[in-house]
C-alpha cells in the first residue's frame, strides 16, 4: 500500500466513525508499510554492501595497480636518468675524440709540410749528387776545395751552403767556359749543378738571399751586370747568355755578373 492509498483509507474510515478499527488498520498498514519499508532499505542495504564490496575490491586491485604502475615509474625513471648520464659521457668522449682528430690533424698537416719540404729539399741533393757524380774523377778533384770532399751527399751539401763556396762555384764553371777545358756535356752539368747548389743555398736561410740576373737575347751590353766572354765581341748586343749572374735580393747589388756573348 502507498502513501495514497493509506491517506485515502484514513479519510475514509474517520468518515464512519469507527475509531478502533481505524487504529487496528491504521496499525496494520503501518507495520505493512514499514514492513516494506525495511524489506526494501534491508534489500538496497545488501545490494549498496554488495557493490561496496565490488568497490573497494575495485578499489584495491586499483591501488595495487598504481603500486605496480609508480614502481614501473619509478624504475623508468632511474633509467632515464642512467641513459641521460650515458648520453652526457658520451656526449664527452665525443667532444674530447674530436678535438684529438682536430689536433692529430692539424700535427699531420704540419708533419705533412715538412715532409714535402725535407723530400723537396733531399730531391734537390739527391739531384745535386748525381749530377756531380757524373763529372768525373778530374773534376771531382777541382771541385774539392770548393763543393767539400764530393764523396757523400752530405760533404756536397755542406760544401753547397757556405756562401763564398757558391761564389768560388760560379768562378770555377766561369773559367771553365772561358778556357775551353771542359767538354760541352760537363759545362752543362756544372751549370745545372750550379742551379741545384745555389737554390739549397737559398733554402738555407729563412728567406732567399739572391737573386738570378734575367738577360735578354738582344739587349745592348751593360757592364753593370754583363760579363763578356773571351771568345766573343767586347761591346755590342747579346747573343748568348753562358751563366746567369745573381744580385743581393734585399739592396739588389750584383754579386755576379752574367757571362755573356756579344756581338
Do not use: T
Not at 39 to 50: D, R, V
Not at 110 to 132: G, P, R
Not at 166 to 193: G, M, P, T, V
Not at 231 to 247: D, R
Amino acid at each position: 500500500m502507498d502513501d495514497k492509498e493509506l491517506f485515502s483509507l484514513l479519510f475514509r474510515k474517520g468518515l464512519e466513525g469507527n475509531e478502533d478499527l481505524l487504529k487496528a488498520k491504521i496499525k496494520d498498514c503501518f507495520v505493512e508499510y514499514f514492513g516494506q519499508y525495511m524489506l526494501q532499505n534491508m534489500q538496497a542495504s545488501s545490494s549498496a554492501e554488495a557493490e561496496v564490496a565490488e568497490l573497494k575490491e575495485k578499489l584495491k586491485e586499483k591501488e595495487q595497480e598504481l603500486v605496480a604502475q609508480k614502481s614501473l615509474c619509478a624504475a623508468c625513471e632511474d633509467k632515464i636518468q642512467k641513459l641521460e648520464k650515458d648520453n652526457r659521457q658520451y656526449q664527452e668522449k665525443a667532444e674530447n675524440v674530436e678535438k684529438r682528430r682536430k689536433k692529430l690533424a692539424q700535427e699531420f698537416e704540419k708533419q705533412s709540410e715538412i715532409l714535402h719540404e725535407y723530400q723537396h729539399h733531399y730531391a734537390v741533393l739527391e739531384d745535386a749528387f748525381k749530377l756531380y757524380s757524373s763529372l768525373g774523377e778530374d773534376v771531382h778533384e777541382s771541385l774539392c776545395g770548393i763543393l767539400g770532399n764530393g764523396q757523400d751527399r752530405l760533404g756536397l751539401l755542406s760544401g753547397a751552403l757556405q756562401e763564398d763556396h757558391l761564389h768560388d762555384f760560379w768562378e770555377y764553371i766561369c773559367r771553365a767556359i772561358n778556357n775551353d777545358r771542359l767538354n760541352s756535356e760537363q759545362i752543362a752539368a756544372l751549370k745545372q749543378l750550379f742551379d741545384l747548389c745555389f737554390e739549397l743555398f737559398n733554402q738555407g736561410g729563412r728567406e732567399p738571399a739572391y737573386l738570378r740576373l734575367e738577360i735578354s737575347i738582344g739587349s745592348h751590353y751593360d757592364e753593370n751586370v754583363m760579363l763578356p766572354c773571351l771568345s766573343g765581341a767586347k761591346i755590342g748586343n747579346v747573343e748568348n747568355v753562358f751563366l746567369a749572374g745573381y744580385k743581393h735580393r734585399i739592396n739588389g747589388n750584383v754579386v755576379k755578373r752574367s757571362l755573356v756573348q756579344l756581338v
